[in-house]
């Protein structure tokens, strides 16, 4: 995605938008105030724990079952890295990795595990000199995959090329792949899988149901709210730019498959 996750963080934009109305409340006018005290309303609602959330639980209730996944069961385990805390000192630099990415390898090595003949991918590139799926592959190892059975593709740096390296490893992934990824973020990799030629199936690394309920602290912003809403919103921005990008695909993946029409003589 195209936009980075701290930009979606609500707590900036709550901060920026108190100081200019405090320092230009006279000079505005009277609907420009108004405007700003909503929209400081709605940036505020949205780093309590209750809006959080529901606006979580929204977007993990989209995540199909790992029930829903038809026959034939898929052969094949791809674990997409969630990005790492600082740049890895060196391939076994475990600590710099995000616990995203922790908590997604360790569900693809726990999925692999009921399935140990499949092909265990693990795909994620870095800005530094180590790729994360790197690391991942090394810890991988460490907790009991065979180097025959993990593969890497470490050179994608977001989810969309994430899809396409993959689609272009060799030899080829099998269509139907087990899609192993943070709930919030399934539904984004789904579509991107899809759009690249595969049949993924659903398995979230934690759980779909998160945290409800509706008491008093709830309506008190919390670092933790800021931080589901931040993500939340992340994914509901990347959500509609690969819409884009599917249906951009799809448009170019039929023309090239429409043959020229013959020039008549």
């Not at 405007?35 to 309590?48: C, D, I, Q, S, T």
């Not at 726990?110 to 180590?130: F, N, T």
């Not at 899988?193 to 199936?201: D, E, I, S, T």
């Amino acid at each position: 995605m195209t936009v980075a996750v701290f930009a979606t963080c609500p707590l900036p934009y709550a901060i920026a938008g108190a100081v200019g109305l405090a320092m230009f409340w006279r000079r505005l006018p009277r609907g420009a105030r108004i405007a700003g005290v909503v929209v400081e309303v709605a940036l505020v609602v949205l780093m309590m724990p209750w809006s959080a959330n529901a606006l979580s639980a929204w977007l993990r209730s989209r995540v199909p079952p790992a029930s829903a996944c038809t026959a034939p069961a898929p052969d094949a385990i791809v674990v997409l890295g969630g990005g790492a805390e600082r740049r890895p000192r060196s391939s076994d630099d475990y600590a710099a990795l995000h616990l995203a990415s922790l908590r997604r390898l360790f569900a693809g090595v726990a999925l692999w595990r009921h399935m140990p003949d499949a092909r265990l991918v693990i795909a994620g590139g870095s800005r530094g000199h180590i790729p994360e799926a790197v690391l991942l592959a090394n810890l991988a190892g460490q907790m009991g995959v065979p180097t025959k059975a993990i593969e890497i593709e470490g050179r994608s740096r977001n989810t969309w090329e994430n899809a396409r390296n993959v689609a272009m490893l060799s030899p080829p992934v099998p269509q139907r792949i087990w899609l192993v990824t943070s709930p919030m973020h399934l539904p984004r990799a789904l579509g991107a899988f899809r759009a690249w030629g595969f049949q993924p199936c659903a398995w979230p690394a934690g759980p779909i149901k998160g945290a409800s309920g509706l008491e008093p602290g709830f309506v008190i912003p919390t670092g933790d709210s800021v931080q589901k809403t931040t993500v939340a919103l992340h994914e509901l921005l990347g959500g509609m730019e690969y819409a884009w990008l599917e249906w951009r695909h799809a448009r170019r993946s039929t023309r090239e498959r429409t043959p020229a029409h013959p020039q008549t003589p």
